[in-house]
């Protein structure tokens, strides 16, 4: 148990005396945390995803100098509170199996499914209710405790947690070229948009889905993304838990049809 408690503690250590913009440290940093909590919790444990969740690096761009340090401070912070935390649990509880981490793991072990969502209700807690029907997490961010993030932070956390994106691109703004708004047609929320190209970047085009209404304009630079029609037979059920499965995630077809 000492030894558990000195590795993490001299972890803590070079962490507190990390310099902002040293990458290469923060590398060496990551690198050792991962391969301790690996080693003393298991390739499941919630500390795992924890550290991974820490990102050190703003994901919106441009942004400034003064926003990039307090981000980095702030994520710094949050490392060394992660491993205050895993000392403490030693210190307290040694050797001994932690109930309520094996229950976390658990809960953690479920897939996320991060649901991006325009201003109809029903379609997304229809895809929602789907999602869940098949054994996965549903991520739709108001649902989510803020945890006194802003709303960019608190979406870089759920959306580098989830390992599949919907996109429901329903009919909520209209747009056309200038001058011509004889060529208006229905298009998705820009935010929807933004959140669809977020995706493609972090996830790769085959863990992004989208779900469109009749009619709406397809953005043509996402073409090689899975569309998918939202029909009233609701076809588009089976053909999403076929994407589900490709893409790796663990559900059971037969509960498509239950």
């Known amino acids: 148990m000492n030894e558990k408690i000195d590795l993490l503690s001299d972890l ?18 990551r690198r050792k945390g991962e391969m301790l909590i ?9 500390y795992l995803s924890d550290l991974n969740n820490i990102s050190f690096y703003p994901m919106v761009a ?3 100098e003064d926003f990039k340090q307090k981000r980095w401070q702030d994520d710094q912070q949050e490392m060394i509170n992660l491993v205050s935390t895993m000392i403490e649990e030693a210190t307290l509880f040694g050797d001994k199996p932690n109930v309520l981490q094996n229950e976390e793991t658990t809960t953690d072990s479920i897939s996320r499914v991060f649901i991006v ?11 929602a209710r789907f999602v869940e029907k098949l054994g996965l997490k549903a991520i739709i961010l ?4 803020n945890e006194g993030r802003t709303i960019i932070e608190k ?4 959306a580098c947690n989830s390992e599949f994106a919907i996109v429901l691109c329903t009919p909520d703004d209209v747009g056309y070229p200038k001058d011509h708004q004889k060529d208006a047609c229905a298009r998705a929320r820009q935010n929807v948009i933004l ?19 009749e009619g709406i304009e397809i953005p043509t630079d996402y073409l090689g993304v899975i ?9 588009w059920q089976l053909q999403l838990a076929k994407e589900l499965k490709t893409a790796g995630l663990n559900i059971d077809m037969n509960k498509v049809f239950d």
């Not at 108001?142 to 405790?145: C, I, T």
């Not at 979406?155 to 759920?158: G, I, L, M, R, S």
């Not at 959140?195 to 209404?213: D, I, K, P, T």
């Open 12 to 29: 803590r250590e070079k962490i507190k005396i990390l310099n902002y913009g040293d990458s290469h440290s923060l590398d060496e940093i």
């Open 38 to 46: 690996r080693n003393f919790y298991g390739d499941e444990s919630h």
């Open 62 to 64: 441009p942004c400034s």
């Open 117 to 127: 969502h325009g201003h109809e209700d029903s379609i997304k807690n229809s895809v």
């Open 142 to 145: 108001h649902e989510q405790a």
């Open 155 to 158: 979406f870089e956390k759920h």
């Open 195 to 213: 959140e669809l190209g977020f995706f493609c970047g972090s996830l790769g085009r085959n863990r992004v889905c989208v779900l469109h209404a």
């Open 227 to 235: 569309y998918i029609p939202l029909d009233q037979a609701a076809t």
